[in-house]
């Protein structure tokens, strides 16, 4: 795992731009995107650099199980407003929300992730250690499959609803066995509420208990961390 400390999110959204750009160069054409907090500046470097992403597919981690695309709170709204609407893509793909058959719906994404190798994975991680929706005690081998969300994610996501009972209690994720296929990595944690998950994905034992530890199997995994997430490193 190759680690860089920035300042803030800021230097780490442009650090993260700049890797993109440099995937896009090197023949990159399938990007991984993630959602939350984490990623918007990224996302911002992103819409104010020259890459064109029109001859690229864009494949998403995950979406809350019962929102509408055109729901200001699902993911695939959130990825046309930050990203999206300014850098379109060839085709972009997020599970859907309401589909009516969540095994079609998990068998349909899993083929689009076969048919679509991914070379560049954008992450970002939940404070228990979560990435995409794959909770701690999802088995490392998961394809994309429909999760009930902890307390613990659905209390960090209320933030973005008006009431927590708002926050849906089910997504679809893509899996860490389809994450760990992705060709690279990059997993960004802004803040102090990070470090102990960071601490535990970089320095702890490989362990379900936390699901991004698994990263420390992967060969291509850059991290992208601000001090305050990097506290518990050292
Ligand atoms: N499914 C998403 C994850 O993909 C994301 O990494 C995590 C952290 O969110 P934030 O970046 O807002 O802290 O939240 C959600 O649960």
């Not at 902890?150 to 209390?155: A, G, R």
């Not at 535990?200 to 961390?225: R, Y």
């Given at each position: 795992?190759?680690i860089?400390?920035v300042?803030?999110?800021?230097?780490g959204?442009?650090?993260?731009?700049?890797?993109?750009?440099?995937?896009?160069?090197?023949?990159?054409?399938?990007?991984g995107l993630?959602?939350?907090?984490?990623?918007?500046?990224?996302?911002?470097?992103?819409?104010?650099?020259d890459?064109?992403?029109?001859?690229?597919?864009?494949?998403?981690?995950?979406?809350?199980?019962?929102?509408?695309?055109?729901?200001?709170?699902?993911?695939?709204?959130?990825?046309?407003k930050?990203?999206?609407i300014?850098?379109?893509?060839?085709?972009s793909?997020l599970?859907?929300g309401?589909a009516?058959?969540?095994?079609?719906e998990?068998?349909?994404?899993?083929?689009?992730?076969?048919?679509?190798?991914?070379?560049?994975?954008?992450?970002?991680?939940?404070?228990n250690?979560?990435?995409?929706f794959?909770?701690?005690?999802s088995?490392?081998?998961l394809?994309?499959?429909k999760?009930a969300?902890?307390?613990?994610?659905?209390?960090?996501?209320?933030?973005?609803?008006?009431?927590?009972?708002?926050?849906?209690?089910?997504?679809?994720?893509?899996?860490?066995?389809?994450?760990?296929k992705s060709?690279?990595?990059?997993?960004?944690?802004?803040?102090?509420?990070?470090?102990?998950?960071?601490a535990?994905?970089v320095?702890?034992?490989?362990?379900?208990?936390?699901?991004a530890?698994?990263?420390?199997?992967?060969d291509?995994?850059?991290?992208?961390?601000d001090?305050?997430?990097?506290?518990?490193?050292?």
């Amino acid at each position: 795992m190759k680690i860089i400390i920035v300042k803030n999110s800021a230097a780490g959204g442009k650090k993260a731009s700049e890797l993109f750009k440099q995937a896009y160069n090197d023949g990159a054409r399938v990007f991984g995107l993630a959602t939350g907090s984490t990623p918007i500046t990224t996302y911002e470097c992103l819409v104010k650099s020259d890459i064109d992403f029109s001859d690229c597919i864009s494949i998403n981690l995950d979406e809350y199980v019962g929102l509408k695309s055109t729901d200001p709170q699902s993911y695939r709204y959130y990825m046309e407003k930050n990203l999206f609407i300014a850098k379109p893509f060839k085709k972009s793909f997020l599970p859907k929300g309401d589909a009516l058959d969540a095994v079609e719906e998990v068998q349909r994404y899993d083929k689009v992730i076969e048919d679509n190798p991914i070379d560049l994975q954008l992450l970002g991680i939940g404070r228990n250690g979560h990435i995409g929706f794959n909770e701690p005690g999802s088995s490392f081998k998961l394809k994309t499959h429909k999760v009930a969300l902890t307390d613990s994610t659905i209390e960090a996501n209320a933030r973005f609803f008006e009431n927590e009972q708002d926050v849906p209690k089910f997504a679809y994720s893509m899996g860490i066995g389809s994450i760990m296929k992705s060709k690279s990595i990059i997993l960004e944690a802004f803040g102090e509420d990070k470090a102990e998950a960071i601490a535990k994905m970089v320095k702890g034992p490989l362990s379900e208990a936390c699901p991004a530890s698994v990263l420390q199997e992967h060969d291509n995994v850059t991290v992208i961390i601000d001090e305050a997430a990097a506290i518990k490193l050292s």
